[in-house]
């Protein structure tokens, strides 16, 4: 326990600082706040996936989607409240999760990312075929009050403050890091890492291969349902396939790469960087707006990977391994 004292230390003074920042930012930031915590949601989902069993990934985005639809589904034709849909679209994507990585067991590597990558491709052209339900290229508006979203009464309020998101996308997060969290120190999180450092030595170690790769695939996929029911919230209650492209996933996989494979400390600024890194872009002068800030993206991309090859988490595990090293030759030696 003593052990965990730093680390709980550290999530105790987070917390408290994301508390804090609604109060205190813009509205516009508090806006870009929420959207961090989306994308916190959706890294953690995709690191437990590739970082914990190694199965890559590249359709994260078609997840999000899914739940996004099914939060803006039930809200137009059932006024279904934000927990609810939450939780339906948590259910929906962790069963679709499993059914994708069933046929994903023979893949691997640049196969299984193939795969994915189709999963990225074709789900956004789901509501292009099914517009007469799902609306086409216009999308879905989720409610004409989307503050019912939240199961509350707020007379005169047309949509959801951008405090309200921040809250909501927060506390998932952190009810999520937890669950998250409890997996990975248990039984699950020890067989998805003997997966991911060896099969061969998994299996003989009496690891269910099938089981433990599914299982991975379905929470994982759970995790990026939730973020996409909270991203329709962000975006005014709309849910539009044009949001959850390829290059959505494509933004997920270097989020969770920038954190840290295999670790969950540096999920923060994984989030962060995607989340915030496209809005930074525009900003740089560089001919050409749209063509500067894929630029500009590119160039940070790379420049990140090569000064931190491990992410974050694995700048803080340098940066412990350093701080054990002084204090040991800080230590005196007694001379007998």
Known sequence: MRKQLPALGSVAIVAAVLSVLPFVLSDYNVYLGAEVGVFFIAVLGLNILTGYTGQISIGHGAFMAIGAYVTAVMSRDHQTNLVLTMLVAFAACFVIGLLV??????????????????????????????????????????????????????????????????????????????????????????????????????????????????????????????????????????????????????????????????????????????????KISTSVPLVGSDNGRDIVYGLLVILVMLVLPGGFAGLLARLRSLTRDLNRESIPVKLR
């Open 101 to 278: 990585g069933l046929p994903a067991l023979r893949l691997s590597g640049v196969s299984l990312a193939l795969a994915t990558f189709a999963l990225a491709v074709s789900v956004p052209q789901l509501p292009l075929q099914w517009s007469n339900y799902l609306g086409g290229s216009l999308g879905v508006q989720a409610s004409s009050k989307p503050s019912s979203l939240l199961g509350i009464s707020m007379p005169g309020v047309a949509a959801l403050s951008n405090r309200w998101i921040y809250g909501v996308a927060w506390a998932a997060s952190a009810l999520l890091f937890g669950m998250a969290w409890l997996i990975l120190r248990g039984r699950v999180g020890r067989a998805f890492r003997a997966v991911r450092d060896s099969e061969i030595a998994a299996v003989a170690s009496g690891v269910e291969l099938g089981l433990y790769k599914t299982l991975a695939f379905g929470i994982s996929a759970a995790y990026a349902g939730v973020a996409g029911s909270l991203f329709v919230m962000a975006s005014n209650g709309f849910a539009q396939s044009q949001d959850f492209l390829v290059v959505l996933s494509l933004q997920l996989l270097i989020g969770a790469a920038v954190a840290g494979l295999g670790s969950l400390w540096g999920i923060l600024v994984g989030a962060a960087f995607v989340g915030l890194l496209p």
